[in-house]
């Protein structure tokens, strides 16, 4: 089983339990931005309690590794918990969504598209994307955050509406992340 299957299971999943949700991280960077290799799918979610006998019986024990104490754990502190496919090695963090400003917009701008030809998702909008990388890179500090927003940038930047980020960067506190981010892509553009 490859990456774009086991989100294929998950949204198919998701979309017949009336879960709303949105793919994020890497699988959306790449989706608007350049590929890279990565083993895990993000994907915010509004589960609640009611929903996990169903989805524990949808991921069937024999083929999946889901906890319904990490389920709950999530649920309660807002966390995430993880849909494992041990003998592909593949991943589904699952990300709760909260009431949030922020989590409020990306739902109502999520898009659907086609991570490949056999199916439709929930997609962040490339702009949500971008603000959640730059959170991410506050947080640890990783270069591949960069990489997936100078990609997406680079790749859709006519399409991408920059106020947006920057209205959020400012919301969030990602101000100078957003101006280094900006800063690097008019060197690299110029080189």
């Given amino acids: 089983m490859g990456p774009y299957e086991l989100l294929e299971i998950t949204v198919k999943v998701f979309e017949h ?3 709303p949700y949105l793919v994020t991280g890497s699988v959306a960077a790449m989706a608007y931005g350049e590929p890279r290799l990565t083993n895990d799918i993000d ?3 509004g589960i609640d309690e009611g929903h996990i006998p169903d989805l524990l019986a949808a991921f069937p024990e024999d083929e999946f590794y889901v906890s319904a ?3 709950q ?3 309660r502190e807002y966390g995430q918990f993880n849909i494992l496919h041990p003998s592909s090695g593949l991943k589904v963090d699952v990300i709760i969504r909260r009431d949030t400003p922020f989590d409020r917009s990306r ?3 999520r898009r659907r598209i086609h991570p490949s030809e056999t199916y439709q998702a929930d997609f962040a909008a490339p702009e949500d994307v971008i603000v959640k ?3 991410y890179y506050r947080e640890g500090g990783s270069e591949k955050h960069l990489r997936d927003i100078t990609g997406i940038l680079k790749i859709g930047g006519n399409e991408v509406d920059l106020d947006y980020v920057s209205e959020w960067a400012k919301k969030l506190g990602l101000e100078e992340i957003w101006n280094a981010v900006k800063e690097r892509l008019r060197t690299s553009s110029t080189h």
């Fill in 73 to 75: 754990e999530a649920i």
């Fill in 17 to 19: 339990l009336r879960i």
């Fill in 69 to 71: 104490e990490m389920i």
């Fill in 133 to 135: 990388k730059m959170e």
């Fill in 107 to 109: 739902f109502e701008r």
């Fill in 43 to 45: 994907i915010v979610a």
